[in-house]
């Protein structure tokens, strides 16, 4: 450990045992993450001054189902996105080990893509336009991604580059020398920052009323958030996509950042349905 780096916590990744069952922070992570985020989705579809045309794009009460289908979407994406974005070669050697999710391994790009398919299935189903359904789950998506940075600090997973700045820390499995906690990094950028971005364009620009407006915002927000934290993560070692100073990371968040713009941009173009048309 060098002179200025500071202790990792070394937190137990087991937050309750129970006999054989182990519940652990990463699952926890995404339960508070998909819990919070499904109250809050419901907290916006109550207020119709937000919507275009004052009124929601579907009610309240249907947000159960979507609970649902985003809890889906989010665990097959996530963990699909993983087995084949960052680990493909591993798990053809091990196909067992790829519904092992209680032991890490989930790619956010992965889980934003199964969250697309659920979004449009769900819409489908209860008749609303599937943008405005896009904008109030994305709307409530960094609530998670900020829960699932901690996890993964917790876990001690996904360091950052050697660092000599005063807050660096020597991670288990990371070797002896003392990198960024880029974790934590993440877990405000993406998270905690990019939730308050979009609440004030949510609230105090009325941006719903644009479908696609705040959806686009996550995924440019989001882009560019994550491609800052890369600077500061380890890249994944041995990754076709790690050229020079670009990593997976930056190369997938690019095009995330290409349509989230161009989603802002073309917003004012969108019609909402009623959210009793149907399908």
């Known amino acids: 450990m060098g ?73 097959l994406g996530g963990r699909l996105g993983y087995v084949l974005f960052y680990e493909p070669r591993y798990f053809l050697s091990h196909p067992s080990d790829i519904i092992a999710i209680w032991n890490g391994g989930m790619a956010f790009h992965g889980a934003l893509l199964g969250s697309i398919v659920a979004i449009v299935l769900f819409a489908r189903r209860v008749g609303a336009l599937p943008w405005s359904v896009l904008d109030v789950c994305a709307a409530a998506t960094p609530m998670g991604l900020f829960f699932g940075r901690l996890a993964n600090f917790i876990n001690a997973e996904l360091w950052g580059r050697p660092s000599t700045v005063a807050w660096s820390m020597v991670f288990p499995g990371g070797g002896p020398v003392s990198r960024h906690p880029s974790q934590l990094y993440e877990a405000f950028l993406e998270g905690a920052l990019l939730f308050a971005v979009l609440y004030w364009l949510t609230h105090s620009k009325l941006a719903l009323r644009w479908p696609g407006f705040i959806g686009g915002a996550f995924l440019a927000g989001y882009g560019l958030a994550r491609s800052f934290c890369e600077l500061f993560r380890e890249p994944d070692p041995g990754h076709w996509l790690t050229m020079g100073p670009f990593t997976a990371g930056i190369m997938y968040s690019l095009p995330m950042i290409a349509i989230g713009v161009y989603m802002m941009w073309t917003a004012g173009q969108r019609s909402p349905v009623a959210s009793n048309a149907s399908p």
């Open 3 to 75: 002179l200025l780096s500071i202790p990792y916590p070394d937190i137990n990744p087991v937050a309750v045992q129970l006999g054989p069952f182990a519940v652990k922070w990463y699952g926890l992570a995404y339960m508070a993450g998909l819990l919070l985020g499904w109250l809050y989705i419901k907290h916006l579809l109550r207020q119709d001054r937000l919507w275009p045309g004052g009124k929601a794009p579907f009610s309240p009460d249907k947000t159960d189902d979507l609970l649902l289908y985003m809890t889906l979407g989010v665990l």
